[in-house]
């Protein structure tokens, strides 16, 4: 069975419904933009099938994204304010260096693949992992938010099922969910286009 490049539905979905997309590292490596040699050998080897398997118009449109943004009181970063592209928002010093340069009242990242809900409220942070159900109230007061959603493909605080947030602005609410996947089939296809056996086996233990 060939695997070459074609078009991709969730590309177009992304496309069609997301107001605002981010680029992530593996993204801007397979875009040439960053060098796979910051990469593990696992992610290179994922990079560089991509590469062969990317559709021109999936690239065309992956090409556009940059790895941060803002929206009205939201800054959106794939990883952190002081590196949007490779920092992972997990210590103190990064928490503090992501609440110092931002500005906006809720601040989203990614990349640690870890769902946090963090607040910072008269000088003092709060907050902390995410499991599923956290809810965060963020209207009213001088609190801040550094919220970061998880990972819908590679979970990695030990939960397999694939992690979102759903952000209500009209209510002044988030809550960190969760939604199994056909994880056993998406191992099959990891495996059958010769990907690293360990890509698969790690979405078992969401790690």
Same mark, same amino acid.
């Given at each position: 069975?060939?695997?070459?490049?074609?078009?991709?539905?969730?590309?177009?979905?992304?496309?069609?419904?997301?107001?605002?997309?981010?680029?992530?590292?593996?993204?801007?490596?397979?875009?040439?933009?960053?060098?796979?040699?910051?990469?593990?050998?696992? *992610?290179?080897?994922?990079?560089?099938?991509?590469?062969?398997?990317?559709?021109?118009?999936?690239?065309?449109?992956?090409?556009?994204?940059?790895?941060?943004?803002?929206?009205?009181?939201?800054?959106?970063?794939?990883?952190?304010?002081?590196?949007?592209?490779?920092?992972?928002?997990?210590?103190?010093? *990064?928490?503090?260096?992501?609440?110092?340069?931002?500005?906006?009242?809720?601040?989203?990242?990614?990349?640690?693949?870890?769902?946090?809900?963090?607040?910072?409220?008269?000088?003092?942070?709060?907050?902390?992992? *995410?499991?599923?159900?956290?809810?965060?109230?963020?209207?009213?007061?001088? *609190?801040?938010?550094?919220?970061?959603?998880?990972?819908?493909?590679?979970?990695?605080?030990?939960?397999?099922?694939?992690?979102?947030?759903?952000?209500?602005?009209?209510?002044?609410?988030?809550?960190?969910?969760?939604?199994?996947?056909?994880?056993?089939?998406?191992?099959?296809?990891?495996?059958?286009?010769?990907?690293?056996?360990?890509?698969?086996?790690?979405?078992?233990?969401?790690?």
């Amino acid at each position: 069975m060939g695997y070459g490049p074609r078009p991709n539905p969730c590309c177009a979905a992304l496309r069609e419904r997301a107001a605002l997309c981010l680029a992530g590292n593996h993204d801007l490596g397979v875009l040439g933009e960053v060098d796979l040699a910051e990469f593990a050998p696992d *992610a290179v080897a994922s990079a560089t099938w991509t590469r062969g398997a990317l559709a021109p118009e999936s690239r065309a449109y992956l090409e556009t994204l940059r790895p941060s943004g803002r929206r009205e009181q939201v800054e959106l970063f794939h990883a952190s304010p002081r590196d949007p592209v490779w920092d992972y928002v997990l210590t103190l010093d *990064a928490v503090e260096a992501s609440f110092e340069l931002t500005e906006a009242p809720l601040m989203l990242v990614g990349h640690s693949h870890v769902p946090l809900a963090l607040v910072l409220e008269d000088g003092q942070l709060g907050g902390g992992i *995410a499991p599923e159900g956290t809810e965060v109230e963020l209207g009213g007061g001088a *609190a801040r938010f550094l919220l970061n959603p998880g990972s819908v493909g590679q979970p990695r605080d030990g939960d397999p099922r694939a992690a979102w947030l759903l952000l209500d602005f009209g209510s002044g609410r988030a809550e960190f969910r969760r939604v199994a996947y056909p994880v056993a089939r998406t191992q099959e296809e990891i495996r059958e286009r010769g990907l690293p056996d360990a890509l698969a086996e790690r979405l078992a233990r969401g790690v």
